[in-house]
């Protein structure tokens, strides 16, 4: 599976963004995707996911409730809504993918990924 993620920018706080990630393949149903993120000096860290189907997503708690992760699999796509943006949600965000039914939380659980889209928000 290739990602190829898409849609950072430059983004006031409280204001709101759309990153997507595109994936090539035709068994992109059956993954688990994930969102990731890593500011500059910090370490890569989980925003959230979702499952194969797109019944089932889980959040990190800094983006609970501000975040929504959807999926269109009949375009290839897995999509990062994020809204009520603060300064410290300026990263490079990535997404990753992982054959599985269930939620994967943990990095080193992904099997591919993208190469990162960066999300600026300016204060």
């Known amino acids: 599976v290739q990602l190829q993620a898409s849609g950072g920018g430059l983004v006031q706080a409280g204001g709101s963004l759309r990153v997507s990630c595109a994936a090539s393949?035709?068994?992109?149903?059956?993954?688990?995707m994930g969102w990731f993120r890593q500011a500059p000096g910090k370490e890569r860290e989980f925003v959230g996911c979702?499952?194969?189907?797109?019944?089932?997503?889980y959040y990190a708690d800094s983006v609970k409730g501000r975040f929504t992760i959807s999926r269109d699999n009949a375009k290839n796509t897995v999509y990062l809504q994020m809204d009520t943006l603060k300064p410290e949600d300026t990263a490079i965000y990535y997404c990753?993918?992982?054959?599985?039914?269930?939620?994967?939380?943990?990095?080193?659980?992904?099997?591919?990924w993208g190469q990162g889209t960066l999300v600026t928000v300016s204060s």
């Open positions: 979702i499952t194969w189907d797109g019944v089932r997503t």
């Open positions: 393949g035709r068994t992109f149903s059956s993954y688990t």
């Open positions: 990753a993918a992982r054959e599985s039914r269930f939620v994967v939380v943990l990095m080193n659980n992904y099997d591919y």
